[in-house]
């Protein structure tokens, strides 16, 4: 008689240790990352190098944050990548035709018209967010191609004007890049966890269709995620041309799934209904410090990409293992 709850106290206690490695197994990783790349190489938590890995990881924090808002309200932005590109030329383009007072906004409305035409399309007319964004992934580089003839974009006086202070300067010896990133997360942060969107956002991602009949505008809600998505790329895009005062045309290319790994790893869900700003943001620095300091030990650019696929993969399978209190599925 005294077996049974000694039994059920166990079989608790290896549910709540499962449990807490599925929601904190990215964490305590991250630590042993850090901890290896520390005594691999000492340069590695000097102040310069880390705060050369923010000053980096600023241009897809900015991009994934507003992605957070579209994974949250239970949809996918595979096209962010693609509209960086787009945002960079174009700005750079009328930076000398306009002059960067008025090029800015023309950028930025520019981008705000595409993510219009994606949100209209999986808000209103509810068609399948990851195959409406797939397609305007190749869509937009189209259009880029199209915009810029095929060329390269480059400012003509790069020593005249202030437009490189987005990208290069600094304020109290921080740059500008990393402050634009922090406001831009204090903001949204505050936006998605203290606001009447914010909780819409989480509704409607939990449940669509219960939101909907509690009187949420369900089509609006996810029409304003991706307005937000695209304004987030479209500030990435101006950072991103005003760093290197020139571009090519594929500059964002592939960063869509470095996007996506930053937010998932960040603990939002791909089911929708969970995850934070502040946590992306820890994501985005995952990220960034574990590509870091893959280079610092002395292996290849290339291999970033297989390390990125395979912290996709562990933190899909940690969020699934999350909402099922186990690591492992019962049927295996």
């Not at 008689?1 to 990215?26: C, E, W, Y």
């Not at 969107?197 to 369900?218: D, E, H, L, M, Q």
């Not at 293992?321 to 295996?332: D, M, Q, T, W």
Request: charged letters at 10%; one cysteine or more; a positive charge.
């Amino acid at each position: 008689m005294q077996s049974r709850p000694a039994a059920r106290t166990g079989g608790l206690t290896g549910a709540k240790v499962g449990t807490f490695l599925a929601r904190q197994g990215i964490l305590i990783a991250f630590v042993l990352f850090m901890v290896g790349f520390t005594v691999a190489n000492e340069r590695f938590l000097e102040p310069d190098n880390i705060l050369g890995v923010i000053r980096s990881s600023a241009i897809l924090g900015v991009m994934a944050l507003g992605v957070t808002f579209v994974v949250i309200s239970g949809n996918l932005d595979l096209s962010v990548g693609s509209l960086m590109s787009f945002s960079t030329i174009v700005v750079l383009d009328l930076h000398d035709k306009l002059g960067p007072a008025l090029a800015i906004p023309a950028m930025f409305a520019m981008t705000l018209a595409i993510g219009a035409v994606i949100g209209f399309l999986v808000g209103y007319l509810r068609l399948n967010s990851l195959i409406v964004t797939l397609g305007m992934l190749s869509a937009i580089h189209g259009l880029t191609l199209t915009y810029s003839g095929g060329q390269n974009m480059d400012i003509a006086d790069k020593e005249g004007t202030w437009f490189s202070v987005f990208g290069q300067g600094e304020a109290l010896g921080i740059p500008v890049p990393i402050l634009i990133f922090a406001a831009l997360a204090a903001l949204l942060g505050i936006v998605l966890a203290k606001t009447p969107f914010g909780r819409k956002v989480y509704a409607v991602g939990g449940n669509g269709t219960a939101a909907t009949f509690s009187g949420i505008r369900r089509a609006r809600v996810v029409f304003s995620c991706y307005l937000v998505s695209a304004f987030c790329v479209a500030t990435a895009g101006l950072i991103q041309a005003s760093r290197s005062m020139g571009s090519q045309n594929t500059v964002g290319q592939g960063m869509e799934l470095e996007v996506l790994a930053a937010v998932i790893l960040g603990g939002a869900s791909l089911m929708g209904g969970s995850g934070t700003i502040f946590k992306t943001v820890i994501g985005v620095l995952i990220l960034g410090f574990i590509q870091n300091g893959l280079l610092l030990i002395g292996l290849e650019f290339y291999v970033q990409y297989v390390v990125t696929w395979i912290i996709i993969i562990l933190a899909v399978w940690l969020d699934v293992a999350a909402k099922r209190g186990r690591l492992l599925s019962p049927i295996a």
